[in-house]
């Protein structure tokens, strides 16, 4: 049974579709986020028509409020967005139309869908770059913060997953704040190709109008226009890029979320996460479950499932516009709706959780991570490295049997391994010592991770 609708592109064909094709073919369901895109996009293209002397002063200023209202009553709920239209371009002419008629059907005069919607992606994207930006710097803030109290905090860094060598807790949320700097610059550099307009390509050839592009382009923000037509309305490597450079900031957060997962269980006790970040279990009355730094780890393979997605979408496409691109909008939106989610969600639970300072500093100590500060102590006596790594392993393993750390391993076991150790061995073994002792830039020592707090502030800085 045919939909009674006629369409706006009617002409070639009689615009009636099989109603199972209307609801296929729509998008307006996701795409009507872009409304506001969209509406200032038209308030520009209008007045560069009749800059252009394409429409009149009067036509334009009566698409410009009728456009003007539409944002607002939306904007307000008095205007419901009426999901029966293909897309929000379709619901946004029809209602201009309803509204102040014959001008509101010059209003797509020079432009085609084609690279309408590439605009809107582009302009919205770009304001959601901005806002995710700003999420990172919060995060960022409070990593700095933590840090900075918890500089000296004394913890193992691991490598392999096995206690390694002395850090602080605030030198291991540095490396995390490092990360999502980066992540930063790399939203910063997609911008750079977000903000290109294609507006003027129309459907992919361009127009016989005396369009003016340059001027449209920068009443809406933008500093370049694309330089050819087809790839202006079939280039979606800006949403790629976003896409991939999401998928690297939700593996930060995912890895972050695999440390809170471990230091919060009962076998690591490094941290508490607070009630409002956990959950309960339905028949175990015991546990404590992380269960939003898990949710954040599994939603990194959605957003690694977006990025696919788009990849796959556009890999076959020939030039120019083809219907496959409108499924570019589903999984960009979902990208940055739950990278948004996530970094709100990570930031409470670093801004809630408890640092149980001790058992960081228990752990260090039974670890033997000091045990390459023996090596280099026994370096100090004339020992080649080599020979004294292989005297630091056994004076460990005798600590091991004998049930001690190196810090109370008695003078004399020392010395049954090497003759050559004296009292001062306790000063160089001591944890605290061999964190003050690492002063190499970017190091854990405290003075070296307050030097990172301090850049990363300053890179924050608006």
Known sequence: MNSKNEKMWAGRTDGVTEAISDEFNSSIKFDSRMYREDITGSIAHAEMLAKQGIISQDDRDKIVSGLLSIAGDISSGDLEIDTDCEDIHMFVEKVLTERIGEPGKKLHTARSRNDQVALDLRLYL??????????????????????????????????????????????????????????????????????????GSCALAGTTYDIARIFEGEKLGFEKVCMN??????????????????????????????ELVLWSSFEFKFIELSDGYTTGSSIMPQKKNPDMAELVR????????????????????????????QED????????????????????????????????????AEGFINATDLADYLV?????????????????????????????????????????????????????????????????????????????RGEIVD
């Open 329 to 364: 909008k589903e999984a960009i939106f979902d990208a940055v709706d739950t990278v948004k989610k996530c970094l709100v969600i990570m930031k409470g639970m670093l801004d809630t959780m408890t640092v149980n300072a001790e058992t960081m500093r228990k752990a260090a």
């Open 380 to 456: 100090t006596k004339g020992i080649p490295f080599r020979s004294a790594y292989k005297a630091a392993g056994r004076i460990v393993a005798l600590c091991i049997d004998k049930s001690f750390t190196l810090e109370t391993l008695p003078l004399e076991l020392y010395r049954s391994v090497c003759g050559d150790i004296g009292e001062d061995v306790y000063e160089a073994v001591n944890i605290d010592n061999c964190l003050k002792r690492r002063k190499s830039l970017g190091g854990p020592e405290k003075g070296r991770v307050l030097e990172q707090i301090s850049y990363v």
């Open 229 to 258: 037509s087809m790839d202006g309305v079939s280039d979606r490597d800006f949403v790629i890029e976003l896409a991939s450079s999401l998928a690297m900031i939700m593996m930060h957060l995912s890895r972050l979320s695999e």
């Open 126 to 199: 770009d304001s959601q770059e901005s806002e995710i930006i700003i999420a990172l710097k919060d995060l960022i803030k409070t990593l700095a913060d933590s840090a900075e109290k918890y500089a000296d905090t004394i913890m193992p860094g691991y490598t392999h997953l096995q206690r390694a060598q002395p850090v602080s807790f605030g030198h291991c949320l540095m490396a995390y704040a490092m990360m999502f700097l980066r992540d930063i610059d790399r939203l910063k550099d997609v911008n750079k190709r977000t903000m290109v307009s294609p507006i």
């Open 298 to 325: 599994g939603k990194t393979g959605r957003v690694y499932g977006d990025l696919m997605a788009l990849l796959t979408v556009m890999k076959g496409l020939p030039l120019a516009y083809n219907k496959d691109m």
